[in-house]
């Protein structure tokens, strides 16, 4: 006769030793970010207001399209203020604007685009905030 007990016993010790490289891992080795929008500039804001230059889904898909119609708008024809889809206004400015409310670089841009394997060139040049730890 089969002995049941040890059999069970036996698959579950099977069961934890192959699942446990999964379990391990789990939420640690790709820790998925979660871009933070509490900066001090944002929190300041009504809530009502706490908005991006557009909308949230726009900003995540078309962000980096963004920054090259300003850039661009900016240098080739000085023009410098963006009327969004709500009809408010923005001044033009990577540092300026983009970044006085992003002022968690680190946690925020760095974060995601190590996440996606980006690396923006923009810092050669442009300002980034200043922040705390390094
Ligand atoms: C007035 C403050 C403000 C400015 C200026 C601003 N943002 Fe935002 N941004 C926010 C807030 C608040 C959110 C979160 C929006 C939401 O949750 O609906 C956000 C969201 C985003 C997101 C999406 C994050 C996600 O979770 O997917 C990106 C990307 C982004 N901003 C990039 C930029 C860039 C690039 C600029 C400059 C062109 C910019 N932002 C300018 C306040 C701002
Ligand atoms: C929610 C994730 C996310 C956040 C937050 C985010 N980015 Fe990005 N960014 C991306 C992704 C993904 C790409 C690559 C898109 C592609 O290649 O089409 C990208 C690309 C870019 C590019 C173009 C780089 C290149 O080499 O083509 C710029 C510029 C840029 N991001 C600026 C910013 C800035 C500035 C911030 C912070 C204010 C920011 N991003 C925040 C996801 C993010
Ligand atoms: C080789 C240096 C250099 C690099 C690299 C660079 N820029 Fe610029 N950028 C400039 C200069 C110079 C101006 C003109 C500043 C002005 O007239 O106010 C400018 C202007 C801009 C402007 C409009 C004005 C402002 O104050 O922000 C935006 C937006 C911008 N760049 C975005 C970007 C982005 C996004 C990247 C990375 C994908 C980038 N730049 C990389 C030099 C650079």
Not at 17 to 29: D, E, H, I, V
Not at 30 to 40: G, L
Not at 127 to 133: D, G, L, R, T, V
Request: charged share 30%; with cysteine; glycine share 4%.
């Amino acid at each position: 006769m089969y002995n049941a007990g040890k059999i069970l016993i036996g698959l579950i010790i099977f069961f934890g030793l192959a699942t446990f490289p999964f379990f391990y891992n789990m939420g640690k080795a790709i820790a998925k970010p979660e871009p933070k929008v509490d900066t001090p500039e944002i929190m300041k804001l009504a809530k009502q207001d706490r908005k991006c230059v557009e909308s949230k889904e726009f900003m995540r898909a078309e962000h980096m399209q963004l920054l090259n119609e300003w850039r661009d708008s900016v240098v080739r024809s000085n023009t410098r203020v963006y009327v969004n889809a709500e009809g408010k206004k923005f001044d033009m400015s990577l540092q300026n604007t983009c970044m006085r409310c992003h002022s968690n670089k680190k946690k925020f841009c760095d974060e995601c685009h190590n996440y996606m394997a980006v690396k923006p060139y923009c810092w050669d040049c442009h300002i980034a905030p200043k922040e705390k730890e390094s």
